[in-house]
């Protein structure tokens, strides 16, 4: 099986320590490491925390950044927060024993928030401007608002939500499983990466990324790990996805995804609507509206239980991957989200 090509450098890194960080499960960790980095106007006003997604680092929303836009660090301060389990943080397969690989801690999107609050401490920091991220990134945002209301000033949640929905669940228990079904995988505790196992979960994940439109119309062909003459070659690019992924990192941010809700929220009794009632600033939910797993309307119901909830729904045939910039139209659309309602704020 081939390889992917090889993504593109990642700028430098600090890393923050926290010792006996005790996780939502119960489980303490000797310690617990957060990758993240500061950029733009450090130390000046309130920063903007940015927090990653599935499997991913920031090169994911590094656009709205660029060009003079919403996120242009020439005139703010960003900190990047990089979700444990994504391989550079805290992670099966960057944990020493006793909870390295199949026994590493199952994890929770609060524990992220959790570890965040502890850096924001650590770096003097006592008020974020915003909190922002997009797919599990969002609900970090979302989860930071609820956790943290008087710390932070507005929350952005991009192609997210509050809490995952049955279908959101089914949907991740279809490529968990895919995952899982390579004898090699092993229950976790695999010699060598499960190639088949990733390979088949990168093809199951194929149809929910994007939308049908997106490939009636043929946008695929714009792409270079999409463009294909037929069902085959798009498939022999697109299994590789995740080969140079851990396959424990994955299963961790699966099972972290599709757990969450606020409504787990200590102190809030299992009540989603008390969970969200705690989150009385400014929060804007910008949907995409050919999203499968973060679909609009399931937004916008979780939304209005949000007392200052905005939505800006995104127009694009990119499905989730507009989250992410896949097309140019797709970038300028979130950063016109953004741009607008970061303007609206005193």
């Known amino acids: 099986m081939s390889r992917p090509a090889p993504a593109p450098a990642l700028p430098p890194f600090d890393l923050f320590t926290a010792r006996d960080f005790p996780l939502e499960c119960g489980i303490v960790l000797p310690e617990a490491r957060l990758a993240y980095r500061q950029h733009g106007t450090i130390g000046q006003g309130a920063p903007i925390l940015l927090c990653t997604a599935f499997a991913a680092n920031p090169l994911g929303l590094a656009y709205l950044g660029q060009d003079g836009g919403p996120l242009d660090e020439s005139r703010l301060w960003i900190i990047d927060v990089e979700m444990l389990g994504n391989g550079r943080s805290s992670s099966p397969s960057n944990t020493p024993a006793p909870h390295a690989g199949a026994d590493f801690p199952p994890l929770a999107i ?178 995409v509206s050919t999203d499968i797993y973060f679909h609009p309307l399931d937004v916008a119901d979780q939304a209005r239980a949000f007392p200052a909830a905005r939505m800006a729904v995104i127009e694009s045939l990119s499905g989730h991957a507009s989250a992410f910039g896949r097309e140019p139209s797709d970038r300028l659309a979130v950063r016109a989200a953004l741009s607008g309602f970061l303007a609206s704020l005193p």
Not at 112 to 123: E, F, G, P, R, S
């Open 110 to 287: 609060r524990d992220n928030v959790t570890l965040q609050k502890a850096l924001c401490d650590h770096l003097g920091i006592t008020r974020l401007a915003s909190v922002i991220g997009a797919s599990m990134g969002g609900q970090q945002a979302v989860q930071w608002a609820v956790s943290h209301p008087a710390m932070v000033a507005s929350a952005i949640c991009i192609a997210g939500n509050a809490a995952t929905t049955l279908f959101g669940q089914m949907f991740l228990h279809v490529v968990r499983s895919a995952l899982t079904s390579d004898p090699a995988f092993a229950g976790g505790r695999y010699a060598s990466p499960p190639l088949l196992g990733l390979s088949r979960l990168s093809e199951a994940w194929a149809p929910f990324a994007l939308s049908p439109r997106f490939f009636s119309e043929g946008r695929h062909q714009a792409h270079a790990d999409m463009a294909a003459d037929d069902l085959e070659g798009f498939l022999a690019k697109w299994r590789t996805r995740y080969h140079a992924r851990d396959a424990n990192d994955l299963i961790s941010h699966l099972d972290m995804w599709s757990r969450h809700s606020i409504a787990g929220t200590p102190g809030m009794d299992g009540s989603f609507a008390k969970a969200a009632a705690q989150a009385t600033m400014p929060i804007l939910f910008a949907p």
